[in-house]
């Protein structure tokens, strides 16, 4: 049975930090590229990042970049995202997923992705 299952979201200050965590099984992990996408209330999906499956290429949305960094530990089947200077802007429900093959951030549709988390509501406010 595959599953992602995403943690570590929760409500914190602007400026804050949180990190996030994704738990795959089910599959081959290190065979997959691995994404982070959120959904802010009332809007679309956005890509945020992509890492490549070995974990060395990376790539992040202009509205993270410099920010948010996207890792992943294939030993343990476990993707991150490490969110630092946090903004109110980036409040909302954060997903991971799963592909074989490289997809951009520019446009999102979760059928495009062979697996799809649960989410992790990520709430930035003071």
């Known amino acids: 049975q595959v599953q992602l299952v995403e943690s570590g979201g929760g409500l914190v200050q602007p400026g804050g930090s949180l990190r996030l965590s994704c738990a795959a099984s089910?599959?081959?992990?290190?065979?997959?590229?691995m994404y982070w996408v959120r959904q802010a209330p009332g809007k679309g999906l956005e890509g945020v990042s992509h890492?490549?499956?070995?974990?060395?290429?990376?790539f992040a949305a202009d509205s993270v970049k410099g920010r948010f960094t996207i890792s992943r530990d294939n030993a343990k089947n476990t993707l991150y995202l490490q969110m630092n200077s946090l903004k109110s802007e980036d409040t909302a429900m954060y997903y991971c997923?799963?592909?074989?093959?490289?997809?951009?951030?520019?446009?999102?549709?979760?059928?495009?992705?062979?697996?799809w988390g649960q989410g992790t509501q990520v709430t930035v406010s003071s």
């Open positions: 890492i490549n499956t070995v974990g060395s290429s990376t």
């Open positions: 997923a799963a592909a074989l093959r490289a997809y951009g951030l520019g446009y999102i549709r979760r059928e495009m992705y062979d697996f």
């Open positions: 089910g599959f081959t992990f290190g065979h997959y590229w």
